[in-house]
T-cell receptor, first 117, second 115 residues
Framework: AQTVTQSQPEMSVQEAETVTLSCTYD???????LFWYKQPPSRQMILVIRQEAYKQQNATENRFSVNFQKAAKSFSLKISDSQLGDAAMYFC??????????????FGKGITLSVRP | GAVVSQHPSWVICKSGTSVKIECRSL??????MFWYRQFPKQSLMLMATSNEGSKATYEQGVEKDKFLINHASLTLSTLTVTSAHPEDSSFYICSAREAGAYEQYFGPGTRLTVT
């Protein structure tokens, strides 16, 4: 079974600074997807960024980028120019490349990010 | 992106009664829907996966007779908590996905309080 590990329960960053959230995973599959989700105080899950395992290039979405190290099974999220609105719980998630009906997301425990003004 | 709605957003019920939560995909056909439970400051715990027109597949440890899931159409799934007890109080989130898609979309969640 696949597992996703987020070992840091909390992190804090100064506004406008950069922060990196770490995530490791374990799988025997070669085809899969990785995601970072943000859950603000409203508790609405928001997709921040995704990475297809077959792509070597790291995904980037504006201030958010990932460092995907497939051999090391590491998938960290870098948030640049942190803003107060980035304060939230962040979840790393894995999904098999099998798009079958019962393919499901495996979530890490999450990390609470606070942003200091 | 695609929109998933949940109703109600917050419900209070008395112990022993049943409560139904609706999950709707507003602009796409959700062939698969997922129901999660989340406690404060914790991760999402998958309760069950449902495919339209089929019986739900429950995760280990989830009581299927207590948490009834129906996915009768491509846009609607319901979760009924039967004979609710205070320990069922939690935040319930649904998520939906189109056939063959890698991405799933989340509803805003429902806060259930059982008194």
């Amino acid at each position: 079974a696949q597992t996703v590990t987020q070992s840091q329960p909390e992190m804090s960053v100064q506004e406008a600074e950069t922060v990196t959230l770490s995530c490791t995973y374990d799988t025997s599959e070669s085809d899969y997807y990785l995601f970072w989700y943000k859950q603000p105080p409203s508790r609405q899950m928001i997709l921040v960024i995704r990475q297809e395992a077959y792509k070597q290039q790291n995904a980037t979405e504006n201030r958010f980028s990932v460092n995907f190290q497939k051999a090391a099974k590491s998938f960290s999220l870098k948030i640049s120019d942190s803003q107060l609105g980035d304060a939230a719980m962040y979840f790393c998630a894995y999904r098999s490349g099998d798009t079958g009906a019962n393919s499901k997301l495996t979530f890490g425990k999450g990390i609470t990010l606070s942003v200091r003004p | 992106g695609a929109v998933v709605s949940q109703h109600p957003s917050w419900v209070i019920c008395k112990s022993g009664t049943s409560v139904k939560i609706e999950c709707r995909s507003l602009d796409f056909q959700a062939t698969t829907m997922f129901w999660y439970r989340q406690f404060p400051k914790q991760s999402l715990m998958l309760m069950a996966t449902s495919n339209e027109g089929s019986k739900a597949t429950y995760e280990q440890g989830v009581e299927k007779d207590k948490f009834l899931i129906n996915h009768a159409s491509l846009t609607l799934s319901t979760l009924t908590v039967t004979s609710a007890h205070p320990e069922d109080s939690s935040f319930y989130i649904c998520s939906a996905r189109e056939a063959g898609a890698y991405e799933q979309y989340f509803g805003p969640g429902t806060r259930l309080t059982v008194t």
